[in-house]
């Protein structure tokens, strides 16, 4: 790692410390001395690093925790980096590190810059993450740009942290919404050519996009269309439908700045017999049967009926039932394309697979998992991450539909009111769980209670500063590698101490967040780091004039402090550049 994660760093010492009390007899040779956490303490008074290793080897060692604790503790103290450890509790150890040890963080963010935190790229991690696969039947919606968010941000992430990851898009192409879809398209080329056809059926999809569609596809193909379908029916509109859909929805993306690596159809897979190749592996493993399932409690799910239906076992695997694999007219249930489409994946070398999903599918996991742990016998990881719902307001009160998709607000629409940077950064401002209030108002606020400007002004005061510095220096006085070898050892304030430490728990911030795949807690990190930031900027804009960053008269101490803040530049630039967000220089 580009940057040193202290967490593990007292971890490391602390697993070596315990190795030696083995070799002493002090702790049998059979204990485990890895399984215990080093994490910040609750309570920020208690120190800066807390951990529960006495507590968690206590019992398997057969001693008393603040004995063990008292142990670990006197071996600690050597610990250079380690300004005062204390036993608090019934056995837990708080640590509080010198100054010098987060003064000397800075060096390490200006040597490696962007890179700093991040991880070299492992060819053995690879990960496939699938996100949008929106329905290619119209524009974008802004839940649709959420999952967009969460998941773009999580394949950066990944990156970042070593993986080779592969963005993918699941072209769900081959159900009756593409009939619809089809009909809808050509109801509204013949309306372009000006033929009477009456009122536009219910269950087609009725909003302008396709308006826009048909007078394109009659003024490029007059007629053409009218006797082809005659002739053949819709499949080859069909074709022209799913990529006029695509087009746009690909275009919503860019707009978003996102932009996949790969889009798989759902149609090919079929069509490529992936689902009959599927139901054959599962009926060597004897996971197939003939049945008829019980009725739901409560609502009926679409796939229920109540006849013999080809069924998968996935009950064996920690589902709730068996789940259908064929409907009633002989085609493939949803699940049966999803269990190809994941078998796919799997045969391409992912064996660990992330999906990003509307909260709408939450009952959909279980069936799923079970289905990548049968077909790969358990060697095939799925995470399903969930995005709640998007409530759109215009300050404080809920927005209309969108006459452009005839049903919600697009995407679009929103990113032409505010600007993609505010809609992603915006997206990650609550866990994908939790449902999120996007005020179209309120995101133009230039205060405190915008997370978006928040982060963004803290970076742009970073860069002011940086710039008035050439009132006093050249610019080769201030570049990285000088600023290296400034007198970092001056910054003492605790202001400037808490701002440092702060900047230096980003490698276990971006490690985390990969881990757990919550890019969310990006957004967090950088609000409390500008929160840092700011409060150290207002005391020494207004309580001390003795903490202002440019001393004309102190060259030495105002490099110190550059150096400080250029390093904080660097963290804030690098966690906006993982969400997908331009790191300001000025601000209105």
Known sequence: ?????????????????????????????????????????????????ATNVALALSKPSNLNPRDLAQEVVSCLKTNGDIKSVEIAGPGFINIILKDAFWQSRLAEILKNGNEYG???????????????????????HVGHGRGAVVGDVLANLLGKAGYLVTKEYYINDAGAQIDILTKSLFFRYQEALGLDIGNMPENYYPGDYLIELGKKLAEKDGDKWVQIIKKEGY????????????????????????????????RNIVNNNGVTGVLKTLRKKDLIYQGILEPPKGRKPDDWESRPQTLFKATQF????????????????????????????????????????????????????SAV?????????????????VNLMDNGK????????????TLRDVIDEVGKDVVRFMMLT????????????????????????????????????????LDIFDMSEIEDKKLIKSDISLLTDPSEINLIKTMATWPQVLLGAAESHEPHRIAFYLYELSSAFHSLWTKGSKDDVSLRFLVPKNRILSLARLAMVRSLA???????????????????
């Open 1 to 49: 790692m580009t940057g040193m994660n202290y967490f593990n760093y007292i971890r490391k010492n602390i697993i070596r410390i315990l190795n030696n009390l083995k070799k002493t007899g002090y702790l049998p040779l059979s204990i485990d001395v890895t399984n215990f956490s080093v994490e910040p303490p609750r309570d920020k008074n208690h120190g800066d690093i």
């Open 118 to 140: 991040s991880l070299k790229k492992d060819p053995n991690k690879l990960v496939n993450i699938e996100y949008v696969s929106a329905n290619p039947t119209g524009p974008m």
């Open 235 to 266: 499949e080859r509109l069909k074709e022209t439908s799913i990529e006029a859909m695509m087009e746009l929805i690909r275009s919503d993306l860019f707009s978003l700045g996102i932009v996949h690596d790969c889009f798989v159809s759902e």
């Open 318 to 369: 920690g589902d709730d039932v068996d789940r259908p694999v064929k409907k009633s007219d002989g085609s493939w249930t949803y699940f049966a394309t999803d269990m190809a489409y994941h078998q796919d994946k799997f045969n391409r070398g992912f064996k660990s697979m992330i999906n990003v999903w509307g909260a709408d599918h939450s009952g959909y996991i279980k069936r799923m998992k």
């Open 373 to 389: 742990f049968a077909l790969t016998d358990g060697s095939g990881e799925l995470d399903i991450k969930l995005c709640q719902m």
């Open 398 to 409: 809920p927005l209309k539909m969108s006459k452009r998709s005839g049903a919600y607000i």
């Open 430 to 469: 609550r866990k994908s769980d939790a449902q999120l209030d996007f005020d179209l108002v309120k995101v133009k606020e230039q205060s405190r209670d915008n997370p978006v400007f928040y982060v963004q002004y803290s970076h742009a005061r970073c860069c002011s500063v940086l710039r008035n510095s």
């Open 570 to 588: 660097i963290t804030i630039a690098s966690g906006l550049e993982l969400m997908g967000v331009e790191p300001l220089e000025e601000m209105e």
